[in-house]
């Protein structure tokens, strides 16, 4: 449910409509990519005006935003980046016997994408000029933390249960191959804020929820989020000045999640409101996608907790991504 009473509540059914010619998303707009019914990338706007059928021609198992929103990848078997007109700007190919790309990342300056290839090696491609350089065999991308360094796991083995793989994480630089142990972070979560100096750190849990720190990279201390009763989030996204932090979280024994609101610096966490889904996808202004429980495509709805209001966009996959407003 949406706190708010239900005249504060708008419903409404999202018309689809492909767009003959590519124009692109206004600057610092919000608006949510989403692979549609028909299996192709669309966008939508927070209030579900402007749904509009961007491509059939990304790959889109995962899809990942570029930080300033000029860009999108698509990676499943194949990989694509495109900009938010819907024009393809880099494309690889794999064939369909082979594993794709996995692992997307974007540098900080949005001006490269490292990701985890079917030869198991992070790959690094430059969208400026199409340039593809190896970084590390044996490894995946977790987020960068410097123009020139990523979090990346390597000695990557399959694992049972939650996690698909185990890895050793470690720090490495990107233009020297330079690499150092970065035990903390072994076998945690984490969410690394959009400018890389800080991340959200999931550490034990206790009767009381989890337990949710956030660690400084510069001076590699970790500051624990006072306990709110914040169960296991399913979703985390930043603000667009890394100050403050979004979570859902699954309630007990029922279909819907929590949604948090919590100070990245101290003050712990406040609850939002609530909604009826468990796949949920939030933006950098803590605004709400979910899918309602039924099957594949499922459909999606938009809420805006602050303002009460709720938009049903129609059928999607949950594979998704809200662009950047920063």
């Known amino acids: 449910s949406v706190r708010g009473s239900s005249s504060a509540t708008q419903m409404a059914t999202a018309r689809e409509t492909a767009t003959p010619v590519p124009s692109a998303l206004p600057s610092r707009s919000a608006s949510l990519a989403y692979i549609g019914a028909d299996g192709a990338l669309w966008f939508v706007m927070p209030d579900g005006t402007d749904n509009r059928r961007l491509t059939d021609r990304c790959p889109g198992n995962q899809i990942e935003w570029s930080p ?3 860009f999108i990848a698509c ?5 694509a980046i495109f900009d938010s007109a819907g024009r393809e700007v880099w494309r ?7 594993p794709g790309a996995m692992s997307l990342e974007w540098s900080l300056d949005s001006r490269r994408l ?10 690094i491609v430059d969208v400026s000029n199409g340039a593809e350089q190896i970084v590390k065999p044996d490894a995946l991308p977790l987020g960068w933390v410097a123009e020139d360094t990523l979090l990346a796991g390597f000695n990557v083995r399959e694992a049972e249960g939650e996690s698909a793989y185990t890895y050793e994480v470690h720090l490495l630089n990107v233009e020297t191959g330079e690499s150092s142990s970065a035990p903390y972070f072994d076998d945690k979560q984490f969410w690394i804020a959009p400018q890389g100096d800080r991340a959200v750190v999931l550490t034990e849990s206790s009767g009381d929820g989890v337990g949710l720190a956030v660690y400084d990279f510069a001076i590699g201390i970790e500051t624990a989020v006072p306990s709110t009763g914040l169960t296991y989030p399913r979703s985390v996204a930043f603000s667009p000045d890394g100050t403050t932090f979004f979570a859902a979280s699954a309630e007990r024994d029922r279909p819907a999640s929590m949604i948090y609101s919590c100070a990245i610096h101290a003050g712990g966490c406040q609850i939002v409101g609530s909604v009826p889904g468990l796949l949920i996808n939030i933006s950098d202004q803590g605004l709400v996608a979910y899918l309602v429980p039924g099957g594949i495509p499922e459909m999606m709805t938009i809420t805006d907790l602050k303002a009460a209001t709720t938009v049903s966009v129609g059928l999607a996959h949950p594979n998704w991504a809200w662009r950047p407003t920063r």
């Open 68 to 70: 300033d929103g000029e």
């Open 75 to 79: 990676a499943y078997f194949s990989i």
């Open 92 to 98: 690889r190919d794999h064939s369909f016997d082979v």
């Open 114 to 123: 490292a990701f985890r290839d079917a030869d198991n090696a992070i790959h």
